[in-house]
């Protein structure tokens, strides 16, 4: 008989495309191959009238009225939750997401719960101070929270208190769910962007650091090429004009195919993100896997797990485009240590980010926490 495990998250695809959207895709993969059944449900602006069915899960939607401070609010969510809570034998949260903790609660949640906590909440301070009860009181009533870095458990001001409960699990990714891009697509990708680019891929969001990469790029004899939508591409529109940066390319929301072709071209990963926010970094684990040096700045999270200064890649200032510059500089005028990093970066994702592996810890919780319900 197999496992049935509900994840709820505020975004997915196919509405959506992020790194915590790739986390929860490849969890739903990587336990599918241990009799696992997964459906994600989410919040979404004109939502499907009928599951959105994917090679990893079932998604149901349910439709997003309002967001207040990243939060996304469905007035019809609880009802359909119920339901979804109903069919699942566990059920797995994505933290932060003050909107599930009131549906926990509501729903009067009885079935073994996992929380994957993906950061701790930096932008809204001041309602923090209102939320930090709720929060408190909702991470205590979860059976098992999953944190995806010792960095990030070491520094995280809330996991410690709940130490207990608290399993470092990586990020895995498995390279058989990325495309391989047909010839074709690979000779557009170079012709349009060149093959020494460096190249950026995510949601363009404020923590991103992606007006301090604008001004690295200045003047900079290769190409800066930024993949992903999200709300700040007006301004980056803007910066990019005003600046007359005419080696950086804004290339939007692209395929995953199109996405392989980028990491495969590019030069290096570039993943100027600054704060917090950002708690691993998928994207820098998907260059490791295209075997590409990785820069990144340190703030104290995941991200300098994933890469190693002066092994895997460069680690840089946060906040600091001459400290970004000195770095893409140095990997553009050093293809040798450039190739010699992404060696290294390739081989620390076979030994510590495969998603297969990632997959085997996310299913021995669920059993674990069957096996614990079950003696109740």
């Not at 009225?65 to 939060?71: R, T, V, Y």
């Amino acid at each position: 008989m197999s496992t049935r495990v509900l994840h709820f998250y505020r975004t997915y695809f196919p509405e959506t495309q992020g790194g915590l959207e790739e986390v929860i895709r490849q969890i739903c993969l990587n336990v599918k191959q241990d009799g696992v059944e997964s459906r994600v449900f989410t919040l979404c602006d004109n939502p499907a009238s009928e599951p959105i069915e994917r090679p990893e899960a079932l998604v149901f939607q349910s439709k997003r009225n309002m967001e207040i401070a990243s939060c996304s609010i469905g007035y019809s969510a609880l009802a359909e939750f119920k339901k979804q809570v109903e069919w699942a034998d566990v059920v797995h949260y994505h933290f932060p997401w003050p909107f599930a903790d009131v549906c926990h609660f509501l729903a009067k949640v009885k079935k073994p719960t996992v929380l994957t906590y993906h950061s701790d909440i930096i932008r809204q301070r001041a309602l923090l101070m209102l939320y930090r009860p709720l929060m408190n009181r909702f991470l205590a009533s979860i059976d098992r929270i999953v944190c995806t870095s010792p960095n990030y458990f070491a520094s995280s001001p809330v996991l410690p208190c709940f130490a207990s409960k608290v399993k470092v699990v990586p990020i895995g990714i498995n390279e058989s769910s990325y495309p391989e891009p047909v010839n074709e697509l690979v000779r557009q990708v170079k012709e349009t962007y060149g093959d020494r680019f460096f190249l950026f891929v995510g949601v363009l969001r404020y923590y991103k650091g992606l007006k301090f990469l604008l001004r690295a790029a200045k003047g900079a004899d290769y190409k800066v090429v930024i993949a992903g939508a999200g709300p700040e591409r007006a301004e980056l529109e803007r910066l990019i004009k005003a600046e007359g940066l005419d080696n950086v390319m804004l290339a939007g929301r692209v395929p995953d195919d199109e996405k392989a072709a980028l990491f495969r071209q590019s030069l290096g990963v570039v993943f100027p993100s600054y704060l917090r926010s950002e708690a691993f970094g998928v994207t820098l684990v998907e260059g490791a896997m295209y075997s590409k040096a990785l820069i990144s700045a340190e703030v104290g999270t995941g991200i300098s797990y994933v890469n190693i200064d002066g092994k895997t890649g460069l680690v840089i200032k946060p906040a600091c485009a001459a400290s970004l510059r000195a770095a893409m500089d140095k990997l553009y005028a050093e293809p040798e240590l450039a190739r010699t990093m992404g060696e290294a970066a390739r081989q620390r994702y076979e030994e510590n980010f495969k998603g297969d592996a990632m997959g085997k810890q996310y299913y021995d919780i669920y059993q674990q926490l069957l096996t614990e319900d079950g003696k109740h």
